[in-house]
């Protein structure tokens, strides 16, 4: 069994009627959603919002009642997979290009399910390079700024042209080695003007649930 797909199988157990959901974005929250959207048609009776326009479009195909986000007073549960999560759930987010959103939607439920393969595990954050969604205007001067931090960033590129995200920004992949102090770092680059976000998550997460190759998970 996929270990991302056990993982994810895992989480929606946890979506109990009458929650709103927060849906994840990924090859791993597909399989939340796709689970999600099984349950709805088995009568489980969910509301939900989506953190990019493919899960959103994805939760449409498959029935799952999507609410306005001017309408949730409150998210129950968001199920979101992740780049790396370190020993203290600190995670680095952003690998779909859907970081904004992620955190937007993270920051206001009371549970942050975090659903990943056993590769995700790290004891540093960093080896992935940090996702960081900057405004196209003067990309350049941020690009600088964000190098006086200590990385080399490099704006994403998908079929020979710059990424943009669902926000019309760009993404920054941001290569900083082992970042040895998470919180500090975040701080420091969403100080920078042109930056919109950076995919640290810093103890954000409730849960996480690792998947593994054999269908097996292990929750912590
Ligand atoms: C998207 C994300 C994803 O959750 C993260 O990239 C993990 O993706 P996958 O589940 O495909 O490995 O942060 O912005």
Redesign the pocket.
Known sequence: MNS?KAAAEKAAEYVRDHMVVGL??????YWAIQKLGAKVKDGLNIRAVATSVSSENLAKELGIPLIPISEIEQIDITI????EVDGEWNLI???????LR?KIIASFSKELMIIVDESKQVNRLGKFHLPVEIVRFGNEITLKQLRTLGCDPKIRIVDHKPFITDNGNYIADCDFGTIERPGQLHNAINMIPGVVENGLFIKMATKVIVGFEDGSVKEI
């Open positions: 991302k994840g974005t990924g090859s791993t929250s979101d997979g992740a780049d987010k952003g690998g779909g290009g859907a970081l992620e």
